[in-house]
């Protein structure tokens, strides 16, 4: 069966759209790169309401911060390994000190940049702003995920890093599901072990568990869409009930979601818990695909972490 593919990218620009119509009080701001992050798709309808500030990160977020003091709900939207890098300092100071209702959109996140390089490779930007106190991480598995996350963070206070990947990936989630910040979804109940997965990898976790359910293994899986603040609950509740957890992360192990999740059953639930992800490295160029499989992020990874785990148990 044929499976629609879109950028999470497309979800967030219909997303702005959906609310320029909806709420006066959204400004979106960009720094040049408009047509890739897709809020040139709101420049179109509502120009009133759009400023490029240039290839200006630094400025861009001190002026959403000044847009979100006077009332508005500043959409702050670039690449994501330039404003969590480049503008971290005016992200953690600016915004997140003074709890500003900033919302801040890093595009081509993850391996989805590979053609780009290592430059342009965002694998840290989860870790730095999950540090970051009063700071909200969502990182959508779809585009329909996408639209509803961006909608979610325009009705929450305070400051929201989403996070969406450049390539086009699997939908597979209903434009009607429900969406709420801080709740996990189990897409597939499981009682031997559960697998925990944010962002476009989700999709990889589901056909690993169609993998896994031929060798008679029931693997729950869980879309932890937002990193922060972790569903803890439900990994709690997956640690309980099935005894063994592998996580999957398009980022840097350290300080992504497998980090969080650790943190949280180290203190509460210690279960056998494999973590996939990058591994302290910067990544070569190439296809997101050929990247996915070099730097083991496929179904057939998460198969084999799930032995890995079970052996474990």
């Not at 994501?80 to 003074?98: E, K, L, N």
Request: charged letters at 20%.
């Amino acid at each position: 069966m044929s499976v629609k593919m879109l950028p999470t990218r497309d979800g967030y620009g219909h997303g702005l759209v959906e609310l320029g119509a909806t709420n006066p009080d959204v400004i979106v701001l960009d720094a040049d790169l408009a047509k890739s992050t897709r809020s040139d798709w709101f420049q179109a309808k509502y120009p009133d309401r759009f400023f490029d500030i240039g290839i200006a990160e630094q400025d861009m977020i001190g002026t959403a911060a000044g847009l979100a003091l006077g009332g508005k709900i500043p959409f702050a939207t670039t690449y994501a390994v330039f404003v969590a890098g480049r503008a971290w300092d005016q992200v953690r100071t600016t915004v997140c000190y003074s709890k500003l209702n900033v919302k801040i959109a890093g595009a081509h996140g993850g391996i989805s940049a590979g053609g780009d390089g290592a430059t342009h490779q965002s694998l840290e930007d989860v870790a730095l702003m999950r540090v970051l106190p009063n700071m909200t991480v969502i990182l959508p598995c779809d585009a329909n995920e996408a639209k509803r996350a961006t909608l979610a963070a325009a009705k929450m206070d305070g400051p929201c890093y989403l996070r969406f990947a450049r390539e086009a990936t699997p939908v597979f989630t209903d434009e009607n599901d429900t969406f709420e910040i801080g709740k996990a979804v189990v897409l597939k109940p499981g009682t031997d072990v559960s697998i925990i997965a944010a962002g476009p990898l989700v999709y990889e976790a589901l056909l690993a568990h169609d993998l896994l359910a031929a060798q008679g293994v029931s693997a729950r899986v869980i879309n932890m869409h937002t990193i922060k603040p972790l569903d803890e609950a439900a990994v709690l509740a997956a640690a309980k009930e099935t005894g063994a957890i592998v996580t999957i992360d398009e980022a840097q192990l350290a300080g992504g979601l497998g980090g969080a999740v650790a943190e949280l059953l180290v203190s509460h639930r210690p279960v056998p818990v494999e973590m996939m992800g990058i591994r302290d490295t910067f990544l070569e160029c190439g296809l997101p695909e050929e990247l996915a499989a070099k730097y083991q992020l496929t179904a057939k990874d998460v198969v084999a972490a799930v032995g890995r785990v079970l052996a474990r148990k």
